[in-house]
């Protein structure tokens, strides 16, 4: 049985975490409200995860993320409240912005070879001070509907409910959405393997691979169904698999993407493959602070409001959500998916323990050994291979 413990450890921990915290707080873990509530309060960490991922598999490391959340964030107040402009002008200018701070990291560490740790720790402090600048040290707001809505709201009930048994009603489009990602899923994964049979390569057992597809879709389904219970789908959360799904295709199906991973995993032998490597590690940057502008107004959207402070520890729930997710430390190794997933893990055990009255020490705690765990089963696979 061919199961592949390093990519399917972090779905196993997970499930088992969300059973543990369900029974420890007697199912108010799982009640839709909290479920929609988790991915909410976590959507700009998941949004960061994604382009962090890419980062940490093309062998660097992002610091400034948090402040350039900050700073994007006062460059959309500004442009919107200030400036009047229309949102969706000052939401493109903000991507713009994420991106432009980006390139001019990524210059510095692909073209002039400054390590990415001493130009990423530079711009936290740089882009930090400039959001005190842009803010004059106070909030600006509040933000049009929309953007608050992008950050906060929830699809319409287009086609009414549907009843469920004892479950009651349910959003009926949130439904087929759900059995539209699991049947996309189910045929891409089919086709997957069609494939790796077509070039000899070895796959999961037939038994194997079912199960995993149906377990897959009894926990999507699960949670959609919550949520088509509650409110329907948060925005955001459409927004997060456009980006997930587009994020993978990209790494796994791009020649882009598999560049990323060829430099991670052998910066020498990439360089003599003919991959342009400098080219590939800017463009990176450019991306992660793209995203890092995109979770700059989705933060501020949430709070209605551009703080100087905002933005404060993200970079390290972005790093630690990559990691936990099975990046590996020295590069070449990760998923989209898995860093998503380790992005939930942080916020289930967020969500968790304040549902248990942990004190705050004891979050970080948690939080802290888990990461720990995660970068030890890396080395420890590692090893075994």
């Not at 073209?111 to 990423?120: C, D, K, L, S």
Request: aromatic content about 8%.
């Amino acid at each position: 049985m061919t199961i592949n413990l390093r990519q399917s450890g972090i779905y196993v921990a997970f499930a088992l975490i969300v059973v543990l915290f369900a029974f420890l707080t007697d199912g108010a873990l799982l009640q839709p409200q909290n479920i929609s509530n988790i991915i909410v309060q976590n959507s700009y960490v998941l949004i960061l995860a994604i382009g962090m991922i890419l980062v940490i598999i093309n062998g660097h490391i992002d610091l400034s993320v948090g402040s350039t959340v900050a700073l994007t964030g006062a460059i959309c107040a500004v442009l919107t409240v200030q400036w009047g402009l229309p949102w969706p002008v000052a939401v493109l200018l903000t991507l713009l912005a994420g991106a432009v701070i980006g390139a001019a990291q990524g210059y510095w560490i692909a073209y002039f070879g400054i390590p990415a740790f001493i130009v990423t720790l530079a711009g936290m402090l740089v882009f930090r001070a400039l959001t005190l600048t842009t803010l004059g040290n106070q909030g600006i707001g509040p933000f049009p509907d929309e953007i608050r809505s992008l950050a906060n709201g929830f699809t319409g009930g287009y086609l009414g409910n549907i009843g469920l048994g004892p479950l009651g009603g349910a959003d009926l489009v949130s439904l087929l959405a759900g059995l539209a990602c699991v049947a996309g899923f189910a045929l891409s994964q089919w086709r997957k393997r069609a494939a790796r049979l077509g070039y000899g390569q070895t796959v999961d057992p037939m038994p194997v691979f079912v199960l995993k597809i149906v377990g897959l879709a009894v926990v999507v389904m699960a949670v959609v169904v919550q949520l088509a219970r509650f409110r329907n789908l948060p925005w955001v959360l459409v927004l997060l698999a456009a980006l997930a799904l587009g994020y993978s295709l990209m790494a796994n199906n791009s020649v882009f993407g598999r560049h990323i991973y060829s430099i991670g995993g052998n910066l020498q032998a990439a360089t003599l493959s003919g991959v342009k490597v400098k080219a590939v590690t800017f463009w990176v940057f450019v991306n992660m602070g793209a995203l890092a502008g995109l979770a700059g107004v989705i933060f501020a959207g949430r709070l209605n409001q551009a703080g100087p402070t905002a933005g404060t520890a993200f970079e390290l729930d972005a790093i630690a959500a990559a990691f936990i997710g099975g990046a590996a430390v020295q590069g070449g190794v990760g998923k989209v998916v898995g860093a998503i997933t380790g992005g939930l893990i942080m916020g289930v055990i967020n969500n968790g323990m304040s549902l248990i009255g942990a004190p705050s020490e004891r979050v970080m705690l948690v939080k802290g050994l888990v990461l720990l765990a995660a970068v030890a089963y890396d080395v420890w696979t590692k090893r075994r291979a």
